[in-house]
C-alpha cells in the first residue's frame, strides 16, 4: 500500500462525509458514508435518506475526500461503483455498520428492512492511483434540500440582555 492509499484510508476513516462527482450534475454532491474494509458505503434512495441521481446506475464515479482538520479538498480519486444486493452476505455485513452511524433516523427500528425494500447501498472501492489536491479548493453551494430544523430555538429566561440587543 502507497503513502497516497494509506492518506486515502486514514482520510475516510475521519471524516463521515465525502463529495461525489456523479454523471450528468452539474457540481459534486455531499454524502454520509461509511469507510469498511478498504471501501466506502453510501446509502441513497428511499424517503428521509440522502438524494444522489445517477449513483446506483454509475460504473465509476469521482470521490473527493476533505481535510478534517481544515475542511479543504484533500484528495481525489475514481472509484468503481457497485450496488450491495439484498439478503448478500456483503448486505448483511455492512448494513448494520451503516445504520449504527446514520445519524437523524427518523426511527431506528426497522431501518435496515426499509432500506432493502426502497434504497441501495452502493460500494465504492477506489479504481486508480489516488491524485492529491493542489493548493486549489473550489468551494460549492450546497444543494437545496427540503430539510428543516424542528422548531423555533428556546427562549432564554432570566438572562441580562447585552447592549447590542437592545
Do not use: C
Amino acid at each position: 500500500m502507497g503513502l497516497n492509499r494509506a492518506l486515502l484510508e486514514e482520510a475516510a476513516k475521519k471524516s463521515g462525509l465525502l463529495w461525489l462527482d456523479l454523471p450528468g450534475l452539474p457540481q459534486p454532491r455531499a454524502a454520509w458514508h461509511v469507510w469498511h474494509d478498504g471501501s466506502a458505503y453510501v446509502l441513497t434512495g428511499g424517503e428521509g435518506e440522502q438524494p444522489l441521481p445517477g449513483l446506483p446506475e454509475a460504473a465509476q464515479v469521482t470521490v473527493i475526500l476533505r481535510s478534517k482538520d481544515k475542511g479543504g479538498r484533500l484528495l481525489a480519486f475514481v472509484a468503481d461503483a457497485e450496488q450491495v444486493e439484498p439478503g448478500s452476505p456483503l448486505w448483511d455485513e455492512v448494513a448494520p455498520v451503516l445504520a449504527k452511524e446514520r445519524l437523524n433516523a427518523r426511527t431506528h427500528e426497522g431501518q435496515v428492512e426499509a432500506w432493502a425494500a426502497e434504497s441501495w447501498i452502493v460500494r465504492l472501492t477506489p479504481a486508480e492511483e489516488v491524485v492529491e489536491a493542489g493548493g486549489e479548493y473550489a468551494t460549492v453551494r450546497p444543494v437545496p434540500t427540503p430539510a428543516t430544523t424542528a422548531g423555533t430555538p428556546p427562549r432564554l429566561y432570566g438572562r441580562k440582555r447585552r447592549r447590542a440587543d437592545r
